[in-house]
Each structure stands twice: as structure tokens, then as C-alpha cells.
């Protein structure tokens, strides 16, 4: 499974921002798709993630400002964040949970900052 992800980039607080991940190659049985984050110097952490059953978790510190989705025929996890806040600067990380191997992407900046 190859998963590329696009959006990212800089935005100043209280703005928006959209992500978006594909995944490709072998993506049959699939079960999940989320986002996970890394600041500098801190741990990886959940930002959202989505199963096959519309099921959604969303981490505690962006619950009330995230949207998970997915398009399963496209493979594609969504992920659009409001009210955005310097404290959301960070790595972005998509992941997807295929026969329970767990699969990431490349990592995507995103910069909250005026």
C-alpha cells in the first residue's frame, strides 16, 4: 500500500486547512484511515481516524475542530481542521490499517502561524 497525501502548508490561526490521503497499490481489505500528528519534541498523536463502518475517533485536543471522512471507491481519507491554532503546528501522518498492518505516509507539514 502506497499512500500519498496532499494539503498542508501555512495558514494563520483561525483558518482552515484540508487534507487529503489516496491510498494505491493494494488497497483491498482495508479497515481504517486516519490522521495522526507529531509536533517537535513531542509524541506522535491521534488526530482523527474513520473505519470501513463510518466509525469515528478523534483525538481530545481537536475533536471539537476536526472532520474525518472517506471515499472508499477513491481509497481517499479526508481530514478538514477550523478554528486552526499555533498549538496545531505539526507533522501530519496518514495511516492506514490494512489486515492489521498498519501502513504511513510520507508526513505532511503544517505550519499555524501569523
Known amino acids: 500500500v502506497q499512500l500519498q497525501a496532499s494539503g498542508g502548508g501555512l495558514v494563520q490561526p483561525g483558518e482552515s486547512l484540508g487534507l487529503s490521503c489516496t491510498a494505491s497499490g493494494s488497497a483491498f481489505g482495508i479497515t481504517s484511515m486516519g490522521w495522526y500528528r507529531q509536533a517537535p519534541g513531542k509524541e506522535r498523536e491521534l488526530v482523527g481516524i474513520i473505519t470501513n463502518g463510518d466509525d469515528v475517533n478523534y483525538g481530545d485536543s481537536v475533536k471539537d475542530r476536526c472532520t474525518i471522512s472517506r471515499d472508499n471507491a477513491k481509497h481517499t481519507v479526508y481530514l478538514q481542521m477550523n478554528n486552526l491554532k499555533p498549538e496545531d503546528t505539526a507533522v501530519y501522518y496518514c495511516?492506514?490499517?490494512?489486515?492489521?498492518?498498519?501502513?504511513w505516509g510520507q508526513g505532511t507539514q503544517v505550519t499555524v502561524s501569523s
Open positions: 495511516q492506514v490499517i490494512r489486515f492489521l498492518r498498519v501502513y
